[in-house]
């Protein structure tokens, strides 16, 4: 069964301090990997769509990449605004859906 | 331009009573339509999904149904809801790069 994973569950730095998020996933054929951030009671707002190993995404603090089992999102010198949860997503071959995974909740603190 | 509706924001529905969510989408046609279910805390679940109009593809069963009357609409129904459905609803479409989700509904079944 297709599945993806992110860890770590919540996550919680310091202002200007950086790390990364995992996501990893079973592999039937990746179609694409979806990273998504996500405010408290709204809808998931698109950040970057990777296709295959080795390509990388940025925008701003956040950076995307692909390996053949897992993506990271890498996030630099963070800001308390870039608190929110941050969800992980794949379309694999021969499927119409997103699989997500659970989410990790970053949390910034000033 | 592309964007995505969807009402109401939330809603609080007495056990046992009927549910309509609508979704709408401007600015395209015949969009691949999705709806999520997100419970407290954990993913995003498929419910349903749509290709086309009067097709729906049901990915887990449960107490909600789903149709598509026209091209840009989609609608997610309850005849008698239970207390398990209380959730974040969210609407996607599918765009040539990636899944545009709708603001969500937040239904608390009391």
């Known amino acids: 069964e297709d599945q993806v994973t992110q860890s770590p569950e919540a996550l919680r730095l310091q202002e200007g301090e950086s790390s990364s998020l995992n996501c990893s996933y079973t592999?039937?054929?990746?179609?694409?990997l979806f990273w998504y951030r996500q405010d408290p009671g709204k809808g998931p707002e698109f950040l970057f769509t990777l296709y295959s190993a080795g390509e990388e995404k940025e925008k701003e603090r956040l950076k995307a990449t692909l390996t053949k089992k897992e993506s990271f999102l890498h996030i630099t010198a963070p800001k308390p605004e870039d608190s929110a949860t941050y969800l992980c997503a794949a379309l694999f071959q021969g499927a119409q859906k997103l699989v997500f995974g659970q989410g990790t909740r970053l949390t910034i603190n000033p | 331009s592309q964007t995505i509706h969807q009402w109401p924001a939330t809603l609080v529905q007495p056990v046992g009573s009927p549910l309509s969510l609508e979704c709408t989408v401007e600015?395209?046609?015949?969009?691949?339509l999705y709806w999520y279910r997100q419970a407290a805390g954990r993913g995003l679940q498929l419910l349903f999904y749509s290709v086309g109009i009067g097709q729906i593809s049901s990915e887990v069963p449960q107490n909600l149904s789903a149709s598509r009357p026209q091209d840009r609409q989609f609608i997610l129904s309850s005849k008698k809801l239970l207390l398990s459905d209380s959730g974040f609803y969210l609407c996607a479409w599918r765009t040539p790069a990636g899944y545009t989700f709708g603001s969500g509904t937040r239904l608390t079944v009391v």
């Open positions: 592999v039937s054929g990746l179609r694409g």
């Open positions: 600015g395209t046609s015949n969009p691949n």
